[in-house]
């Protein structure tokens, strides 16, 4: 049973250019969540994609956009990266319902790196 | 629920109990986890508490939470050199959205 999967694994990007990353929910689940975790913090919350819509959005500016397709899969979209942005991109699946929503499966990350 | 907060250490002997705390704010939280994660992967979890529970027991990991003080703690039993790792508190109230703390690294001295 496939676990959450995420690419690219490393990625180096520039001031002010765009950058998509990818994540595969894990077998059977339907709902997935992207966090940034910058160097020695915990992560924060971007936003959850549900039945191909953002269902929920933490306290990100609008360049951080996404996108989840029909197989539930996902996409997280950052324009004009800025310095900042450097950071761990998780991304976690989860099962919609009343419990399995609490049960969140985390993948093992993408390493953005802004010059 | 955005206030989690940890200590940012932890250094143990192998064999000893190892007890990480965490300290939460939102009163409202439904659920609240412990998740591990070693250096360069991602995040594990390890377990979680329902609200309307004290305790919660699971092989070698004891979860307390105290409602009134707000406060979750992760008792580790037998800790092992493979423990260690960081462990970060998390909280929710809709499953949706989860805020974290900040971590806390555990050191598990052979």
């Known amino acids: 049973d496939a676990g959450v999967t995420q690419s690219p694994t490393h990625l180096i990007k520039t001031r002010g250019q765009q950058v998509t990353l990818r994540c595969s929910p894990k077998s059977g689940h339907d709902t997935v969540s992207w966090y940034q975790q910058a160097l020695g913090q915990g992560p924060q919350f971007i936003f959850q994609?549900?039945?191909?819509?953002?269902?929920q959005r933490g306290n990100f500016p609008d360049r951080f956009s996404g996108h989840q397709f029909p197989n539930y899969s996902s996409e997280l979209n950052v324009n004009a990266l800025l310095l900042g942005d450097s950071a761990l991109y998780l991304c976690?699946?989860?099962?919609?319902?009343?419990?399995?929503?609490?049960?969140?499966?985390f993948g093992p990350g993408t390493r953005l790196t802004v010059l | 629920g955005e206030d989690v907060e940890q200590s940012l250490f932890l250094s143990v002997r192998e064999g000893d109990s190892s007890v990480i705390n965490c300290t939460y704010t939102?009163?409202?939280?439904?659920?609240l986890y412990w998740y591990k994660q070693e250096p360069g992967a991602g995040l594990q979890l390890l377990t979680y508490i329902f609200s309307n529970m004290d305790m919660k027991q699971d092989q070698r990991l004891t979860v307390l939470l105290n409602k009134k003080d707000k406060h979750l703690s992760l008792r580790i039993a037998d800790t092992q050199t493979g423990d260690s790792a960081i462990y970060f508190c998390?909280?929710?109230?809709?499953?949706?959205?989860?805020?974290f703390g900040t971590g806390t690294s555990l050191t598990v001295i052979p």
């Open positions: 994609y549900y039945e191909e819509e953002e269902r």
């Open positions: 998390a909280e929710s109230i809709t499953g949706n959205q989860f805020y």
């Open positions: 976690a699946s989860s099962l919609a319902g009343i419990r399995q929503a609490y049960e969140q499966f």
């Open positions: 939102d009163s409202s939280s439904t659920y």
